[in-house]
């Protein structure tokens, strides 16, 4: 029986980290265990675990500090209220509470989105409401972020104690997990749209890097159209990383010949790590991505994907990281 009882206990507490990796990520609503909780509530009718779920989301100390979408916190107040109130359970006054609070609050353009590391840290990040926002793409997380920034957490060596140079860094979750999880000795975060670089600063700072603190970070203007040999050698990157930056065949072209670049500009046997992490959303795309590296002289290798699943997103999206490299004799 105590060992049924702490199974039990277990579970629920799983499923409350589930609910509070989904809350301040903003996954969609419908991805959410809604199904533990009816279960609990019929079986209990108590609010007790609701309880505990307010203090794991929206009265968390993360939720004051960086707050989610107020459009998205009021849909989950809302619906914890549905399933409570099916569910024939006592009205819950901190609950109501909550959402009384949050209708009293007017939306923002920008909101919080927090991944939680391994270690219980989270990763909190400023992004924009609108998928597209100030004519880019760049100042949302997208999965490819996700799945790039869960590779690196299985695989360390590949950025311990090197100098790392991120292309199209967007609002800097990929980034930001390996300074804090993966002991490089430098990381640049890149981009060349000016409100995804002010957007990305701010991020890389409250997220505690930069200053004095290991590793030394910068966040740089990055063309890849203008970019100069010398700005590459000054970067001297030993590890080259990149998530969603494959989705235009003109930028495509433009990474490739940048690739090319940063791979001419180090000596054959220095040359750089290179990553690309793609979301296919257009096979004809991303197969003319490949077919330009091949026309340029570069191999590539699809890497095995990351084995754990430690941030919430969608695991069915075509994702595949791959390694770029010069072919011999390219």
């Not at 809302?78 to 609950?95: M, N, S, V, Y």
């Not at 989105?113 to 100030?134: C, T, W």
């Not at 500009?265 to 330009?292: D, H, M």
Request: glycine share 8%; with cysteine.
């Amino acid at each position: 029986m105590a060992l049924s009882a702490q199974k039990e206990e277990r579970r629920r507490e799983d499923i409350l980290k589930e609910f509070r990796a989904s809350f301040f990520s903003m996954n969609r609503l419908a991805s959410f265990p809604w199904t533990f909780i009816e279960n609990e509530l019929q079986s209990n009718e108590s609010s007790e675990f609701i309880s505990e779920l307010l203090k794991q989301t929206c009265l968390h100390p993360l939720c004051g500090k960086f707050p989610p979408s107020v459009r998205f916190r009021r849909l989950f107040l809302t619906e914890l209220i549905k399933r409570q109130e099916a569910a024939g359970c006592d009205p819950l006054d901190e609950l109501y509470d909550a959402l009384a609070e949050v209708l009293g609050v007017e939306e923002t353009p920008g909101c919080y989105k927090s991944y939680f590391l391994p270690n219980g840290d989270a990763v909190s990040l400023l992004e924009s409401i609108a998928l597209i926002s100030q004519g880019t793409t760049g100042l949302v997380t997208w999965e490819a972020a996700l799945y790039l920034a869960e590779w690196a957490l299985e695989n360390q060596q590949v950025f311990a104690g090197r100098s790392v140079l991120e292309l199209g860094s967007g609002v800097g979750l990929t980034g930001v997990t390996i300074c804090r999880s993966c002991n490089p000795l430098r990381f640049v975060f890149s981009d060349c749209h000016a409100a995804v670089l002010q957007k990305l600063r701010e991020n890389v700072r409250v997220n505690g890097l930069g200053g004095e603190t290991s590793p030394a970070v910068s966040v740089e203007e990055l063309d890849w159209t203008a970019a100069t040999e010398e700005q590459i050698r000054g970067i001297g990157a030993d590890t080259v990383v990149a998530a969603d930056v494959v989705y235009d065949p003109d930028v495509a072209g433009s990474l490739v010949k940048l690739l090319l670049k940063i791979l001419s500009c180090s000596p054959a046997q220095l040359q750089p790590e290179i990553y690309i992490c793609s979301t296919v959303r257009n096979p004809e795309t991303y197969g003319g991505f490949k077919l330009q590296l091949e026309a340029a002289g570069l191999g590539h290798e699809v890497m095995t994907g990351p084995a754990g699943a430690v941030f919430p997103y969608n695991r069915l999206a075509p994702l595949e990281l791959i390694k770029v490299f010069r072919v011999q004799g390219g």
